[in-house]
C-alpha cells in the first residue's frame, strides 16, 4: 500500500477561481478525514467520512466548501469563490474504525493551496 | 483559542543533548498522540498514549500520558539532526476527531 496520496501537492489560483483536491485514502481504511493547517498552527479538523456518509462538518467550512466520498474510497475537497484566508494546507488522513479508541490517522502529504 | 498548549513554541539544541517538549489543556481525553511534521509534508504518527501515567518509548523518544489524561510530554535523549520537525500533540474526545495543539519547532544542530 502507498500510504495516503493527495493531488495536486501545490496549487496556486486567483481569488474567486474554484478548485478541487482529491485524496486516496489506505484502502483498507473505512474513515477519511479532511484538516486545514495554516502556517504556525496545528491541523483544524474540516469534515469526516465514514464509509461515503458525511458525518461531521466544522463551522469552519463554509457553505463554500463541498466535500465527497461517492464510493467510500477516494474522496474530493472542492472550494468555490476561493478568498485568500482560504490560502492553507490541505491534509487527509484515513484511518479505521477499532472500537471507542482514538489510535490515530495516516496523513497524506498535503495539498498546499496558494490564492492570489 | 487551541484547547492543548505546547510549549516551548521553539527549541534549538546542539546535537547529543536532551529535549523535553510539553503538552497541556484542562481537557480529558481518551487518547493522546504525537506527530511529527517535517516542511511541506503532512504529520507523521509516533505513538498514542491511552491510560493515565502510561509511559512509551520509542528508540530515544519517551512518551509520558499524565495520570488525569489531561497533559502529556515528549522526551528526547541524545537528540540527532534527524529529530529536527515539528512536533503536534493531538487529543482525542472521541474515536474519530483529533484537536491538535499549534506544535514545537525542534531544531537540532549538528
Known amino acids: 500500500d502507498t500510504g495516503v496520496s493527495q493531488d495536486p501537492r501545490h496549487k496556486i489560483t486567483k481569488r474567486g477561481q474554484n478548485v478541487t483536491f482529491r485524496c486516496d485514502p489506505i484502502?483498507?481504511?473505512?474513515?477519511l478525514y479532511w484538516y486545514r493547517q495554516t502556517l504556525g498552527q496545528g491541523p483544524e479538523f474540516l469534515t469526516y467520512?465514514?464509509?461515503?456518509?458525511?458525518?461531521?462538518k466544522s463551522r469552519l467550512l463554509s457553505d463554500r466548501f463541498s466535500a465527497e466520498r461517492p464510493k467510500g474510497s477516494f474522496s474530493t475537497l472542492e472550494i468555490q469563490r476561493t478568498e485568500q484566508g482560504d490560502s492553507a494546507m490541505y491534509l487527509c488522513?484515513?484511518?479505521?474504525?477499532?472500537?471507542?479508541?482514538?489510535?490515530?490517522?495516516?496523513f497524506g502529504s498535503g495539498t498546499r493551496l496558494t490564492v492570489v | 483559542t487551541q484547547l492543548l498548549e505546547q510549549s516551548p513554541q521553539f527549541l534549538s539544541i546542539q546535537e547529543g543533548e536532551n529535549l523535553t517538549v510539553y503538552c497541556n489543556s484542562s481537557?480529558?481525553?481518551?487518547?493522546l498522540q504525537w506527530y511529527r511534521q517535517e516542511p511541506g509534508e503532512g504529520p507523521v504518527l509516533l505513538v498514542t498514549?491511552?491510560?493515565?501515567?502510561e509511559v512509551k518509548k520509542l528508540k530515544r523518544l519517551t512518551f509520558q500520558f499524565g495520570d488525569a489524561r489531561k497533559d502529556s510530554s515528549l522526551h528526547i535523549t541524545a537528540a540527532q539532526p534527524g529529530d529536527t520537525g515539528l512536533y503536534l500533540c493531538?487529543?482525542?474526545?472521541?474515536?474519530?476527531?483529533?484537536?491538535f495543539g499549534a506544535g514545537t519547532t525542534v531544531t537540532v544542530r549538528a
Open positions: 498514549v491511552v491510560t493515565g501515567g
Open positions: 484502502s483498507e481504511h473505512n474513515r
Open positions: 467520512f465514514q464509509n461515503e456518509a458525511q458525518l461531521e
Open positions: 488522513a484515513s484511518s479505521s474504525a477499532l472500537g471507542p479508541i482514538n489510535y490515530g490517522y495516516t
Open positions: 481537557s480529558v481525553f481518551s487518547s
Open positions: 493531538a487529543g482525542a474526545f472521541n474515536d474519530y476527531k483529533l484537536s
